[in-house]
Structures are given as C-alpha cells and as structure tokens.
C-alpha cells in the first residue's frame, strides 16, 4: 500500500540557459516519481529527457510493487534502445539523458537510476543520499583521487559514465532499498540544482513550507548554471 504523499514539484532553466532539457513525472496515486536530465546541450537530450518521461507515464496504475519495479526497468530499456536506434542529431550530438525513478510502497522506497540526477531522503533535519552518480569524478572520489568538495569544483565535473541512450545495449541501472518513516520528505533532482547550492542549503530549503519553490528560488539566487528540476515527496 502507498503511503499518503504532498509533494511538489518544479523545473527551470536556470539563470543562463534559455533551454530547459529536464524533464519530471509525479504519480503520487502509485508511488511513483522520476527526474530526467538530457545530456550534452543538444536538443536531442531535450527529446530524450520527455522519452523517458513518457514511457514512465504510461506505466498502469493497477501494478502491484514487484510488477511497477519490473515494469519501470522495462520502460527504461525501451527508452535507452529507441534512444541508441535515433543517431545523432543536426549538431551531431546523439540523444541520451540521466534518470533517477523512486517507488513509494508502504514502509519501503526503491530508487532506481542512471547517470547524476540523485535522490535523497530528509529525516530530522538530516540529509541522506541514496544515490551513487556515474561520473568521472565520482569514480576519483570513489578511487581516493579526489575529495568530496574538490568533486564539485572539478572542471570535468559534467561528465557521466551512464546514461540511457549511451553505452552497452543493455541499460546498466542500479538500484537501492530504504526504509521510510512518517515526516520523512523525499528529494529526487537533477545535478543542476547540486551545482547551485551546498547539501546543507538543500536540507534547510527541503523543510520549508514549500521546498521545491525554496529550492528553485536559493538555486537562481545563486546564479544557477544549469536546468534545475527538483521533486519532493513528503510521507
């Protein structure tokens, strides 16, 4: 049974693009909420980005949570297939995006995803971060080579190792388990709003009234680079 869920959610493009190639998909009815962020400034992750989203809400609202889980990586690898089939673009850059999914049933969160859009869980002012970003500079950190806030001023920090669209035939997603508690609120974002604010801010904002209006807000005050989508979910 999926608990009750608010939740808000927003996307931008940031203080100075003028293109917006995030996409976002809320079903709170089913648990189900997902964050794409298409790859490369080409408008070919533009079209992948809404891809992914609109096989995500295709998705039939009678599932039970092994067969939505099975459903959502089937959907996935659809849109990673359909998106290596489509070849690049006019400026030559081939359509791909990063996704993070979570499902929502009862006391449990699964999250899913691919690339660096991340999700989170607040639980008493604390910030916890349940995904693992396929990155090159993730992969130093990981390696001892690079420290966490060193990670985040890296001049290669944009490039990922994982994206649907790119790489094997096979979409190689990973997925993590949590549990969940009433007051608990669930973050899903793309790395735009991580290159504008601090955990700390994005904890603070996340407990606001209205968290993702304070997390878009602090993220063009700071002069955000990139498109900014975030979506939360509280329990």
Known sequence: MTPALRHWAATHPGALRRSNQDAFLSRPEIGLFAVADGVGGSAGGGFASSEVVRLLAELPPELGPAELLNAVRRQLQAAHETLRRAGPDAKGGSPATTVVVVL????????????????????????????????????????????????????????????????????????????????????????????????????????????????????????????????????
């Open 104 to 235: 929502v049933s009862g006391r449990h969160l699964t999250c899913v995803w691919i690339g660096d859009s991340r999700a989170y869980v607040l639980r008493d002012g604390r910030l916890t971060r349940l995904t693992a970003d396929h990155s090159l500079v993730e992969e130093m950190v990981r390696a001892g080579r690079l420290t966490d806030p060193e990670a985040g001023r890296h001049p290669r920090g944009n490039v990922i190792t994982r994206a649907i669209g790119a790489g094997p035939e096979d979409a190689l997603i990973d997925k993590v388990i949590a549990t969940i508690e009433p007051g608990d609120r669930i973050l899903l974002c793309s790395d735009g709003l991580l290159k504008a604010l601090p955990e700390e801010t994005i904890a603070a904002c996340m407990a606001r009234r209205e968290p993702v209006t304070a997390l878009l807000d602090a993220a063009l005050v700071a002069l955000a680079s990139d498109n900014v989508t975030a979506i939360v979910a509280a329990v």
